[in-house]
């Protein structure tokens, strides 16, 4: 597959390295939706007995909405998956909500990766994007929430054909920002989305959030972070992004 040319001898050994635009995963990367998730699953469980909420939060992680309910809901017919996938996302945020718990925040490090992608003059850089597997009305949503800018380059679930573990928004958001996708570093939280970056032909960086770290080293990630508190992205003054490992997992 492509982006799988990178040998293990070699993908941890280095703590710096250059790029032409990166591209972030929203969910469980640049955001913590947990108690949103959970209770939308709880809810969803009304209609849907039979699920089982453990093995899906362990399973679900990094795929598109769609995806996740055509496959533990049973439902297939076109119309009603996008519908509950609309239903879906907007429990997750009626459930962040419940009891006054702010259940979509920020993750560490985030505000600081963010900010160092923009310059004085430069209000919209198109040198980054958010490829995530959410719909564009909660993915919109979300992200006001926590207080994230919404960049000019954006893909959503209903702008691919195939999501994640596929290449598709990968290289979708690779295009969108005018380069390879070989110069492109990825940012993920879940296998399924190291797996799409690494199809697509990006390097790619993983954050244990979600998942172990003994379950994201098996991704074959180019690095290996806690979180984005651990990186460290500059701009050259040639317009590339160089990033700096803080501290490797």
């Given at each position: ?70 496959l533990h ?35 560490p490090g ?11 003059s430069d ?127």
């Open positions: 597959m492509p982006g799988e040319h990178h040998s293990n001898a070699t993908r941890r050994d280095h703590d710096e390295d250059t790029f032409d635009a990166v591209l972030f995963d929203m969910d469980g990367t640049l955001i913590d939706s947990t108690a949103g998730v959970v209770g939308a699953w709880h809810t969803f469980k009304i209609k849907y007995p039979t699920l089982d909420i453990t093995e899906i939060l362990n399973t679900s992680h990094g795929v598109r909405t769609v995806d996740n309910l055509r809901c049973g439902i297939t017919d076109p119309d009603e998956l996008e519908s509950e996938a609309v239903r879906f996302e907007e429990e997750i945020v009626n459930s962040s909500r419940t009891d006054g718990i702010d259940g979509i925040v920020r993750l985030v505000s600081e990766v963010i900010d160092s992608l923009f310059l004085a209000s919209s850089p198109t040198r980054w994007a958010i490829c995530t597997s959410a719909t564009r009305a909660y993915a919109t949503q979300a992200l006001q929430i926590a207080g994230i800018p919404q960049p000019k380059n954006f893909v959503c679930a209903e702008d691919v054909t195939k999501g994640k573990p596929y290449p598709d928004p990968y290289l979708l958001g690779a295009k969108m920002c005018g380069v390879e996708p070989s110069r492109c570093l990825v940012f993920e939280d879940a296998p399924s989305g190291i797996s799409s970056g690494r199809a697509a032909g990006c390097k790619t960086l993983a954050v244990v959030t979600t998942h172990s770290k003994e379950s994201m080293q098996k991704t074959g990630a180019d690095y290996l972070v806690k979180n984005l508190s651990e990186v460290k992205l500059e701009l050259t003054l040639d317009g590339k992004i160089h990033l700096q490992i803080l501290k490797k997992e």
